[in-house]
């Protein structure tokens, strides 16, 4: 954070992700042990590195994952199995025991005198030689009925499953402790000459005083060094003074106040729930856990539910946690957006709040984005203000307000205020005659020539500038009153601006922006707009793209527009991403529901949705090749006398015709998941959730058992 508090200009930066600082002064005491273990569920940091994490498909929680079997094998009811085996054994003792009182004759012993002296006769060797073809004979009878009766089956059926022995070779094998591989050790480290740091960071980690952020931190950092080792020595230097506290983040914070969720930061994981083990889902899947990282979330997601349905709780709030946490560890920049009083996490996880007609708040919002081009500063403010306006020509409000916004700068040095801005486009003699003499003196005639153009199109047919005026007032209210302030000064407002700019989002940042939406709606959803417009441009245009860049919207409703559903396409080759929640897809407009469904990659449908929402996602699912199997029951009529009698003392008896099945058996494509069934059949806590990585793999729609803490 810059000692003036602003982000995202060009005169102070906080230090880049993985930077290792230079060790200055004496060496600060210990930090304070970690209050839980890394992963949350109790194991010392030591045993989470050393778990073996394997995946089969973009989701899967990989932290001790085991794989399954990627189809079900055939399986016989075990009441089959068991009725089998016991006829089987029944039919194998009847044989023997015919066989040994003779009532099938003495065939079975011909080998036996065949290959017996006859001078053995009555001695011992004899005996021996009979009890041995006995076995021999009994061997036979076992293996061949135990076949019939599929005996081995039933066994592994009643020990252990068949599935689960054919993938454990695939599980990756645990690190032996203390060995040459054990990552607790750092043998990375180590093996680049830095046996000492080693040993420090081991130390560390074995004492407690190492938690999984500064794990990760330090193992981001070391990436840095291997890239560019010239920095190894200062890398060694301040591991030596700082231990597990170096290469802290700016903020100086090792770990959140408090974590509703659970994380693997080895993974870049969050676990959002369980896959249901039930028919609707893949075999491979079910049962598994299921996990949201920055593979996925960089094809951005969108999730509708309705009010209640847990998105704030289940969702979002993980997520978001999630990226925070990799913040700290040098790894992501974060902004979350929500209306006030939402439960994303104390102020103290965060280091910008934003809130918005707060008098208290310590931060404001910078209208323009850091923006220093009055075009681009136009383009941003026209999609927020007009974009959602039908047969509004976002172009031409752009060109308006560029009219407006370029003579202002370059009379004034900086862009108007939300007053200065209202009364521009009001036409306000006193504020267009001041600006008119500033550009006289200054000799920007170029400039007055578009203030002349913007004065000879007011007015006139298709103008935007009444439209443009009536979305800046929502904003110059007195709530709003200190707001709204630009990066370079040009207000006076005592808030601290800060800037959704390009340079804001190459740093390991954790901002959290509240929007009146309870008194003032409009001017919250101009508000959110005018962040998604900033974001995706503002994250396209990054130089250093190596930290993941993440937006999420507790409420995206009303802030889709043809821009922003084209700039959530440009995302995924930016490494960044965006998380949006609705309440209906009648929130966005009917033209852009299709297009903003095709736009994320991942798609989550919570409990409670309606058949109009339930139609849009099965479209964007489509269909798969089902196999089906159709029973058809016909009677079965005799012919000869004693078979239609015994039908009809049946019939009789059980009050049902004898009947037989007739079975076909055929492929046919259906919808992996029908409108009626996802707004009906979801449970609640439950949603369907189909993923879509950044490499191109994906998860067919999942129903998923969410939850709601680690």
């Not at 990627?70 to 029944?90: D, F």
């Amino acid at each position: 954070m810059d000692t003036d508090g602003t982000y995202g200009t060009d005169e102070k930066r906080p230090p880049r992700a993985g930077h290792v600082p230079r060790p200055a002064g004496p060496p600060p005491a210990l930090p304070p042990k970690p209050a839980h273990a890394p992963a949350g569920t109790g194991p010392s940091l030591a045993d989470w590195l050393r778990t073996p994490r394997s995946s089969d498909g973009p989701g899967v929680w990989t932290y001790g994952h085991v794989p399954r079997a990627a189809e079900e094998p055939e399986r016989t009811p075990t009441r089959q199995l068991v009725s089998g085996a016991l006829i089987a054994l029944l039919a194998g003792l009847l044989l023997w025991s015919l066989l040994w009182n003779g009532y099938l004759g003495g065939f079975w012993l011909w080998p036996l005198y065949m290959f017996t002296p006859d001078s053995w006769a009555g001695k011992l060797p004899s005996v021996v030689a009979s009890y041995i073809w006995y076995g021999l004979v009994i061997a036979t009878l076992v293996i061949g009925f135990g076949r019939l009766g599929r005996w081995p089956e039933l066994a592994r059926r009643m020990l252990r499953s068949r599935a689960v022995q054919a993938v454990q070779a695939a599980v990756p094998a645990r690190p032996e402790e203390g060995g040459p591989d054990d990552p607790a050790t750092w043998p990375q480290v180590r093996g680049a000459g830095l046996g000492e740091t080693a040993d420090r960071l081991g130390a560390e980690a074995a004492s407690g005083r190492m938690n999984d952020v500064d794990c990760t931190r330090i193992r981001r950092a070391w990436e840095s060094v291997r890239a560019e080792p010239s920095r190894a020595a200062a890398f060694a230097d301040v591991v030596r003074d700082k231990g597990a506290g170096a290469c802290v983040h700016p903020s100086g914070a090792r770990d959140l106040p408090v974590r509703a969720a659970r994380h693997d930061l080895l993974a870049r994981q969050v676990l959002l729930g369980t896959v249901d083990d039930g028919a609707r889902n893949p075999y491979g899947r079910r049962g598994t856990r299921l996990a949201l990282d920055p593979g996925v979330l960089g094809t951005s997601l969108l999730a509708v539910g309705p009010s209640g349905a847990g998105k704030t709780r289940q969702l979002v709030r993980p997520v978001v946690e999630s990226l925070a946490l990799q913040a700290l560890a040098g790894q992501a920049a974060v902004i979350a957006v929500a209306s006030a009083g939402a439960q994303l996490g104390p102020d103290a996880a965060y280091d910008v709040v934003v809130r918005v007609g707060d008098p208290e708040s310590v931060y404001d919002l910078d209208l323009y984005g850091g923006a220093t081009d009055a075009d681009e500063a136009a383009t941003l403010l026209a999609e927020a203000f007009v974009g959602d306006i039908p047969g509004m020509e976002v172009r031409r409000a752009a060109t308006a307000l560029a009219q407006l916004l370029g003579p202002f700068r370059a009379a004034y040095g900086h862009f108007p205020a939300v007053p200065e801005l209202r009364e521009l486009l009001d036409r306000v003699p006193e504020t267009l005659g001041g600006l008119r003499t500033a550009l006289e003196d200054a000799g920007q005639y170029v400039m007055i020539r578009e203030l002349d153009a913007r004065e000879r199109q007011y007015g006139a047919h298709g103008d935007p500038g009444p439209a443009l005026a009536d979305r800046v007032a929502l904003l110059d209210r007195p709530a709003f009153a200190g707001f709204f302030n630009v990066a370079d000064g040009g207000t006076t407002g005592q808030g601290r601006p800060f800037s959704l700019s390009q340079h804001a989002l190459e740093h390991p940042l954790r901002v959290r922006i509240d929007l009146p939406e309870r008194g003032h709606a409009d001017a919250s959803r101009i508000l959110a707009r005018l962040l998604l417009v900033q974001f995706t441009a503002a994250a396209a245009a990054r130089g250093d793209r190596s930290l993941f860049a993440f937006l999420a919207f507790d409420d995206a409703s009303h802030t889709m527009t043809p821009q922003t559903v084209r700039g959530l396409q440009r995302l995924r080759p930016a490494n960044a991403g965006v998380l949006l929640t609705l309440r209906t897809l009648d929130d966005v407009p009917e033209a852009l529901r299709t297009p903003l469904l095709g736009a994320v990659g991942c798609r989550m449908a919570f409990s409670g949705v309606t058949t109009w929402d339930g139609k849009r996602f099965a479209e964007a699912w489509g269909t798969e090749w089902v196999e089906t199997r159709d029973v058809t029951h016909r009677t079965v009529f005799a012919d000869q006398p004693l078979t239609r009698a015994i039908h009809a003392f049946r019939k009789l008896i059980t009050g049902k015709a004898v009947t037989t099945d007739a079975v076909t058996v055929r492929q046919v494509e259906r919808e992996r998941w029908s409108a009626s069934a996802l707004a009906n059949t979801v449970p609640p806590g439950h949603a369907v959730l189909s993923l879509t990585s950044v490499k191109g793999e994906r998860a067919a729609p999942l129903l998923v058992r969410l939850a709601a803490a680690g």
